[in-house]
């Protein structure tokens, strides 16, 4: 199966790794060239443009940062709509809002093709280790076309329905993750600040009703202060955004992801954006010194 692979950050480059892995004949695109270069040593095709890369493979994926990059990669001159005909399809699994899908559903459909939205629960290890959890909504023919690529990135899929639906549960659990690891990050400080140890807090949570795995792989870490990016804290910002829109929309009141917001966006006032988002710790110890 030949597959294009649009967007080779953290995800999209383990992603489109895993299929050439297993055997895909994989052509990357990513806006920054040069890193396409380490997929070419592992048998990659390089496309000069989106609009080639879709010219060429009958399906094309996409793995970008948010909604204005992937509307950019669609939109833009020699992007993925000059290309884009009866016969191909579009899979975007990056992590946007529904009305960014839709933007980008219409068009696609309105030139022929077909296309299919898949965000992605599950971080850089579950992308290098096949292990992605995936949330598609679209067009299920697609969907069934694509479950061969779907099977190599991840453990399980999901078809969710009408477009949108893919964006909105992505945006559902990210927002709880963000929620969480505040509320985690707060414990860590006031364990800290009342004398208490912090690797004992965590063995304690890891044997109880919450433990859960992102404590127990973000925590040791944390406590060193070790952040180094699996998942971007500006992407995580983004999601919280995004979600608390789709919260405005619903009339859904969202204060604890409100206030879990407000720490990620004073996080990249810190300058901590590029850094994993478990670097909110840092924001939280700063409001705490404030108090
Ligand atoms: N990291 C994670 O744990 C997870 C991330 N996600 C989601 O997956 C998506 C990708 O995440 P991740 O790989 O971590 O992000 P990165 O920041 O590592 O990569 C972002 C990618 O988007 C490209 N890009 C950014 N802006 C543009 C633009 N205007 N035009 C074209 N390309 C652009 C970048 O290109 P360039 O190299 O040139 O900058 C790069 O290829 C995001 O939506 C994120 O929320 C979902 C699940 C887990
Ligand atoms: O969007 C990022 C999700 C990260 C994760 O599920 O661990």
Redesign the pocket.
């Known amino acids: 199966m030949e597959v294009g692979f649009l967007?080779?950050?953290?995800?999209?480059k383990a992603m489109a790794m895993n299929l050439l892995r297993h055997g895909f004949k994989v052509t990357v695109w990513?806006?920054?060239l040069s890193?396409c270069e380490e997929l070419v040593q592992f048998g990659a095709s390089v496309g000069e443009t989106p609009a080639a890369v879709v010219k060429k493979c009958k399906y094309t994926i996409a793995?970008?940062?948010?909604p204005?990059?992937a509307l950019?990669?669609v939109f833009n001159k020699d992007g993925v709509l000059e290309q884009i005909s009866e016969g191909k399809g579009y899979i975007d699994m990056?992590?946007v809002d529904a009305d960014t899908s839709i933007k980008i559903n219409e068009a696609i459909v309105q030139k022929g093709g077909v296309f299919l939205e898949a965000?992605?629960s599950?971080?850089?290890k579950p992308a290098e280790d096949g292990q992605l959890v995936i949330l598609a909504a679209g067009d299920k023919t697609l969907y069934e076309e694509a479950i061969p690529a779907f099977d190599v990135m991840g453990k399980k899929s999901f078809f969710l329905g009408q477009v949108g639906n893919g964006a909105k549960m992505k945006l559902v659990v990210n927002m709880i993750m963000g929620s969480m690891m505040n509320a985690f990050s707060e414990g860590l400080v006031l364990a800290d600040r009342s004398g208490l140890s912090q690797q004992i807090l965590l063995d304690v949570l890891d044997l109880g009703a919450i433990a859960n795995p992102m404590f127990k792989m973000k925590g040791p870490a944390m406590i060193q202060s070790n952040y180094s990016p699996?998942?971007?804290l500006k992407?995580q910002q983004?999601?919280m955004r995004l979600a608390l829109a789709l919260g405005d929309e619903n009339a859904v009141s969202m204060p604890v992801a409100a206030a879990a917001n407000e720490a990620f966006k004073t996080a990249r006032s810190l300058d901590l954006g590029d850094l994993d988002f478990s670097a909110v710790l840092e924001a939280v110890k700063v409001s705490k010194n404030k108090a």
């Open positions: 967007g080779l950050g953290i995800m999209g990513n806006r920054t890193k793995m970008l940062s948010d204005s990059a950019a990669v990056s992590t965000p992605v599950g971080s850089k699996a998942f971007p992407h983004k999601d």
